[in-house]
């Protein structure tokens, strides 16, 4: 199907920002970048397959990546926002796709990196960034086993399905970039524990490491992403009191969250060939947090 891939790019990202957390000063793009023929987008006739992409990072990586010319395959196990995230992109004009996956199965991950494959031709960019932090994650002592395995399959073994699966298309397509979302909590331990969730994260970044060294020759990158505390769903139903918020900003030498957007950015050069030279990195975009020893205040 034919379509304008320039004003696509300009309905795309203005439905962004409509959605979007207006905390984040920024436009996306200026006018000039809207303006810009197919052949400088970003990610033009590329592939990308991102879970957890009905919300959060995923769904304004699901966005971004659209309006750079990627046709998009959303994957979540929530259908109906996994649902808005495509037809956000679809009512546009630019293309995607949303497959119901469970991250944490192995079946469910073999069907979304087949569903690219099938409805796109090829798949040239995976970002497994489906995660969750569990409400009754805790410290060791007080964490159930079962809070711990299922944070562990889905976060850590959610991972490694996609990577299992999502290679070998990588390959078939000549190559590919992969990132992973790790966070700031597997380079810092916090006093404000939930330990299935830290370790899990733990288990990403090593996981990336001996990946982007074992498919470096084959025109295959893998990085983490690892972002600081961010004003989406995930953090923001813990931080539900003025007192837990500040606790948190105390610590952050940019003393605000960050914005989903920021990290659909940073994906966003992880996945382009602007990054060509990138790989087995931890990618931290974290507001300064890991560079802190004392705050500015
Ligand atoms: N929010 C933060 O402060 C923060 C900080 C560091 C890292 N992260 C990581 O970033 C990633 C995205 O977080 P977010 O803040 O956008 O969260 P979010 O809760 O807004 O979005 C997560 C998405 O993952 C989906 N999901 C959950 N379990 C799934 C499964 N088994 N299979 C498929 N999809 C599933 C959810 O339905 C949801 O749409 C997560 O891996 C998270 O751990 C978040």
Known sequence: MKRSRTGN???????????????????????????RKAETM???KKVALITGAAAGIGRETALLFAAEGAAVVVVDINDREGQETARIIT???GQAVYVHSDVSR???CETMVRAAERQFGALHVLFN???I????????LTTEEEVWDLTMAINLKGVFLGCKYG???????????IINTASFVALLGAATPQIAYTASKGGVLALTRELAVVHARENIRVNALCPGPLHTELLMKFLDTEEKKQRRLVHIPMGRFGEAKE???AALYLASDESTYVTGSSFTVDGGITAAYVTPE
């Open 133 to 140: 932090m569990h409400q009754a994650d805790d410290n060791a």
């Open 167 to 177: 290679i070998p298309a990588l390959k078939r397509a000549g190559g590919g970039a």
């Open 129 to 131: 960034n489906a995660g």
């Open 42 to 44: 970003r990610l033009d």
């Open 91 to 93: 009512a546009q004009g």
């Open 9 to 35: 790019a300009s309905a795309i990202l203005k439905e962004s920002e409509r959605i979007g957390e207006q905390l984040f000063p920024a436009p996306i793009a200026t006018p000039h970048q809207r303006e």
């Open 106 to 108: 192995a079946a469910d």
């Open 263 to 265: 990290m659909a950015q």
